[in-house]
């Protein structure tokens, strides 16, 4: 792993990207020793409207905690897709979801599409989509381990078996599907 990592889970209301950037971050702090914030930025009305998470993970000190020079995007709508296509840099990778997202050629980034909510349907739940693409991340940067995510799974869904099983499956869809790179 690099030594600072610039994230952003970015799309709509309702598709688990808080939740997402929490994992990653609890993933960070509690199993591998590093630092890690995350902030989030919606709309007002709960579902439907520009959703981002920025997670910074870092083997240093973090003095601010909003992304300035990212690493990865995700991009699950096409409103957070037009946000940032254009405005990366050429070392950051863009996924996203090929089945909702209509992308542009000649972007500066390495860009990359998933069927990820169709993954997620597959899995039995359109929600599992923020997993199968943590999955993804984690495959795609090495910013943390597998184990680390797992483990927070874990610890999030002990009491829900089922659950946590779901979203096993979904997590590891999502490196299976990376592993087609």
């Given at each position: 792993?690099?030594?600072?990592?610039?994230?952003?889970?970015?799309?709509?209301?309702?598709?688990?990207?808080?939740?997402?950037?929490?994992?990653?971050?609890?993933?960070?702090?509690?199993?591998?020793?590093?630092?890690?914030?995350?902030?989030?930025?919606?709309?007002?009305?709960?579902?439907?409207?520009?959703?981002?998470?920025?997670?910074?993970?870092?083997?240093?000190?973090?003095?601010?905690?909003?992304?300035?020079?990212?690493?990865?995007?995700?991009?699950?709508?096409?409103?957070?897709?037009?946000?940032?296509?254009?405005?990366?840099?050429?070392?950051?990778?863009?996924?996203?979801?090929?089945?909702?997202?209509?992308?542009?050629?000649?972007?500066?980034?390495?860009?990359?599409?998933?069927?990820?909510?169709?993954?997620?349907?597959?899995?039995?739940?359109?929600?599992?989509?923020?997993i199968i693409?943590?999955?993804?991340?984690?495959?795609?940067?090495?910013?943390?381990?597998?184990?680390?995510?797992?483990?927070?799974?874990?610890?999030?869904?002990?009491?829900?078996p089922k659950?946590?099983?779901?979203?096993?499956?979904?997590?590891?869809?999502?490196?299976?599907?990376?592993?087609?790179?």
């Amino acid at each position: 792993m690099k030594s600072r990592y610039e994230i952003i889970l970015s799309g709509v209301g309702g598709q688990g990207l808080v939740v997402g950037g929490t994992i990653l971050g609890e993933a960070a702090t509690m199993f591998e020793n590093l630092n890690s914030t995350l902030t989030t930025s919606y709309g007002v009305e709960t579902r439907g409207t520009f959703t981002k998470s920025d997670v910074i993970i870092s083997k240093d000190e973090i003095f601010f905690p909003e992304v300035v020079e990212e690493d990865f995007v995700l991009a699950l709508a096409q409103v957070s897709y037009d946000k940032y296509a254009k405005l990366i840099n050429e070392n950051c990778i863009l996924v996203y979801d090929c089945n909702s997202i209509d992308p542009v050629d000649h972007l500066k980034a390495r860009q990359y599409g998933f069927p990820i909510t169709d993954a997620a349907r597959e899995i039995g739940n359109i929600a599992t989509a923020n997993i199968i693409s943590l999955g993804l991340i984690v495959k795609m940067t090495g910013v943390v381990s597998v184990e680390s995510v797992t483990n927070v799974l874990k610890e999030q869904f002990s009491k829900k078996p089922k659950i946590y099983e779901m979203n096993l499956n979904a997590f590891n869809k999502g490196l299976e599907m990376a592993e087609q790179l």
